[in-house]
């Protein structure tokens, strides 16, 4: 674990007790990166040459990854003002759940961050900027999760469908391109319920990749979400949402959100 990365789990163990927020124009999370190596990073200055760049790149990612389903990234400027974008919306939202999202993202990640790298998480989408490329990049620095306060009643039986759902749904959003690596399905768990999952991974790296980011979120269920009826596993290049009622493509207001929840890092 690098320093960087030591710092802000200790950083997100003090969030400890912070409240996934239920409004979807809250983040649920965002890292402004504001120390590496344990020092401080300079941040950009208000209307630099790279500020000016990011003001550009971030419409330009919202309205193109709202037509692009709902993944986007392109970078903006010349070297050192050079500023990488990207946007990941959830592979069901509409585009203009998207569309709002992204925007909410862009204007939120601008009034909370002054870094030349940060990420910025949403219910439906998260964006991210950089000055450094790091559209390939297949490892996850942060993970964080939520979960639901409910058990679940009968939880092997729970367990079992909701394992191999995930298994089932990290194969097909891996290795079936035309899913454009987001799955979602459904297993009964008794005779008359059913548990509900979504997986995606950023659709520039591997299958292999996707899958083994995947198998990492999977097995942090147990730390996470251990006899819920509902939970998240989210990280920078992959996530994935199980609940107990269908959660896909609901509409914006009065959707079944999980519980507020605390949430935790690695
Ligand atoms: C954080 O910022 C430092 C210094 O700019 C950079 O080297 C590092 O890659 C950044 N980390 C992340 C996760 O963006
Ligand atoms: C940056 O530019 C905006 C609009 O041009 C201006 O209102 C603001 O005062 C400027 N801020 C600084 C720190 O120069
Ligand atoms: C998005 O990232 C991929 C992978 O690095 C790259 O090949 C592609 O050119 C990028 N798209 C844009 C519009 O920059
Ligand atoms: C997008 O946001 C606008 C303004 O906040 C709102 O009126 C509209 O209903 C939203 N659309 C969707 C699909 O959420
Ligand atoms: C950078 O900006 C953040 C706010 O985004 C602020 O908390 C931090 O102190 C600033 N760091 C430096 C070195 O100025
Ligand atoms: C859920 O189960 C945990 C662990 O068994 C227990 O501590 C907790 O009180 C239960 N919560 C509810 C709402 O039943
Ligand atoms: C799942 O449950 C439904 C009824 O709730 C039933 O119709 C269906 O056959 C079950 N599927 C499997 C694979 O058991």
């Known amino acids: 674990m690098s320093p960087f990365h030591l710092y802000l789990s200790l950083l997100l163990l003090l969030h400890l007790f912070f409240h996934i927020p239920t409004s979807y ?45 709902g993944f986007y990234n392109t970078s903006i400027g010349q070297d050192p003002n050079k500023v990488y974008g990207l946007v990941l919306c959830r592979g069901d939202a509409t585009p203009d759940i998207c569309r709002n999202c992204t ?6 990640i601008l009034s909370r961050c002054q870094s030349r790298s940060s990420v910025i998480w ?25 979960w639901s306060m409910y058990n679940v009643t009968d939880p092997e039986p729970f367990k079992r469908a909701l394992g191999n759902l995930m ?14 690596m987001f799955a979602t399905g459904e297993r009964n768990y008794s005779a008359s ?23 990492d979120a999977i097995s942090k269920l ?19 949402r199980f609940e107990v009622t269908n959660f896909f493509g609901e509409t914006l ?5 999980p519980s507020p929840a605390p949430t935790v890092a690695l």
Not at 194 to 215: F, M, N, R, T
Not at 222 to 240: A, F, H, Q, S
Not at 253 to 257: M, S, Y
Request: proline letters at 6%; aromatic letters at 12%.
């Open 25 to 69: 124009t809250e983040p649920l999370r965002f890292e402004c990166n504001n120390t590496h190596d344990g020092k401080p990073v300079t941040n950009y200055t208000l209307n630099s040459t790279f500020h000016t760049n990011l003001k550009l790149l971030l419409p330009s990612l919202s309205s193109n990854a709202a037509l692009n389903r």
């Open 253 to 257: 207001v009065g959707g079944p959100a």
């Open 122 to 146: 949403y219910d439906y989408c998260q964006l991210q900027y950089s000055d450094t490329n790091f559209f390939l990049s297949s490892t996850t620095p942060w993970w964080f999760w939520a």
């Open 103 to 108: 925007n909410f993202a862009s204007d939120g």
């Open 193 to 215: 319920n059913k548990v509900y999952g979504l997986v995606q991974c950023k659709p520039v790296i591997s299958g292999d990749a996707c899958h083994k980011c995947l198998e």
């Open 167 to 180: 298994t089932d749904l990290a194969n097909r959003a891996a290795y079936e391109p035309w899913r454009g």
């Open 222 to 240: 147990p730390e996470c979400c251990d006899w819920k009826i509902g939970g998240r596993v989210i990280g920078e290049v992959c996530n994935l």
